[in-house]
């Protein structure tokens, strides 16, 4: 059973359910020599270093409204970064009519409700390869809160934060809570689908599929960017420096290595 604003009822003792949100993003390139590839890890390694990872993590417990306690951050040799952040119950600023509505979440500008024992944690994998031309960023980052809102709430400052190509994202609400009178509900808010907590600005980008299990409170949608331009998938120059047939099998190539992550599986290899 799932409640809104209106129906807001009375519990026993603290909201216990944890709200876990798990987003990852991957960004592809084609990176025909070492040089080029070295160059663009070398990019990927500065434009999402630790230092930048802590801003937008802790940009991501303004929005929803968590108290950092603790930050941990490295930048691993060769490649690839992670930061920690524990965070605890928030100071209450406002809390909006919509807190329990389907909406996508702010680009940040109000801390709303209040968290406790809950983490936030991102880590990066540039890889590559060995002889495709394809390079591959992915970041996997984790938001989990206890308490009464979602952490849904901050899916749309990540999805800005990131240059995505493929995304999939997961929340799952886990345990109970109790009301007044000491019966168990299993999660507090009304949610039949991710897509509800994504702007429709950004759904009109991405060809997107569902796997719900709604008796589970389990939520999964996978996300493709449907328009495609070669250039954008180049490092360091345009498709205008290749020939007709070059751009087709680069581009072949690219789609292939989205549509793999996208569907999770490994498909007909390119000859």
């Known amino acids: 059973m799932a409640f809104t604003q209106e129906e807001r009822i009375t519990l026993h003792g603290f909201n216990n359910l944890t709200k876990s949100l ?3 993003m991957y960004d592809i390139c ?3 020599t070492k040089e080029e590839r070295e160059a663009y890890i070398e990019y990927i390694d500065e434009q999402y270093n ?5 801003h937008i ?3 991501v417990a303004e929005i929803i409204g968590a108290h950092v306690l603790n930050i941990a951050k490295q930048d691993y040799v ?3 970064a992670s930061v920690t952040l524990l965070v605890s119950e928030g100071p209450v600023v406002e809390v909006p009519s919509e807190s329990f509505e389907e909406s996508p979440g702010p680009l940040p500008d109000s801390v709303v409700m209040q968290l406790d024992k809950s983490h936030i944690t991102v880590h990066t994998y540039p890889e590559y390869h ?3 031309g394809i390079s591959t960023f992915r970041a996997d980052i984790d938001v989990s809160t206890c308490g009464e809102i979602s952490p849904l709430k901050a899916l749309n400052y990540l999805i800005h934060s990131f240059e995505t190509d493929v995304m999939t994202i997961d929340y799952r609400v886990r345990g109970f809570t109790r009301d007044i009178t000491g019966s168990k509900l299993f999660i507090d808010h009304d949610i039949n689908s991710i897509q509800n907590y994504i ?3 950004i759904i009109d980008q991405y060809d997107m599929i569902d796997v719900n299990v709604y008796q589970e409170n389990i939520f999964h949608t996978k996300c493709k960017l449907h328009k495609f331009d070669l250039n954008n998938y180049l490092f360091g120059y345009t498709k205008d420096k ?4 070059e751009q087709e099998n680069i581009t072949r190539r690219l789609k292939m290595e989205m549509d793999e992550i996208f569907y999770g599986k490994p498909l007909k290899s390119i000859k």
């Not at 630790?50 to 802590?54: N, V, W």
């Open 242 to 245: 290749l020939s007709e047939q």
């Open 22 to 24: 798990s987003f990852n």
């Open 78 to 80: 060769p490649q690839g």
């Open 50 to 54: 630790s230092d930048r990872l802590t």
């Open 57 to 59: 993590l802790s940009t």
């Open 199 to 201: 702007p429709d600005e």
């Open 130 to 132: 060995p002889s495709e």
């Open 30 to 32: 084609y990176t025909k």
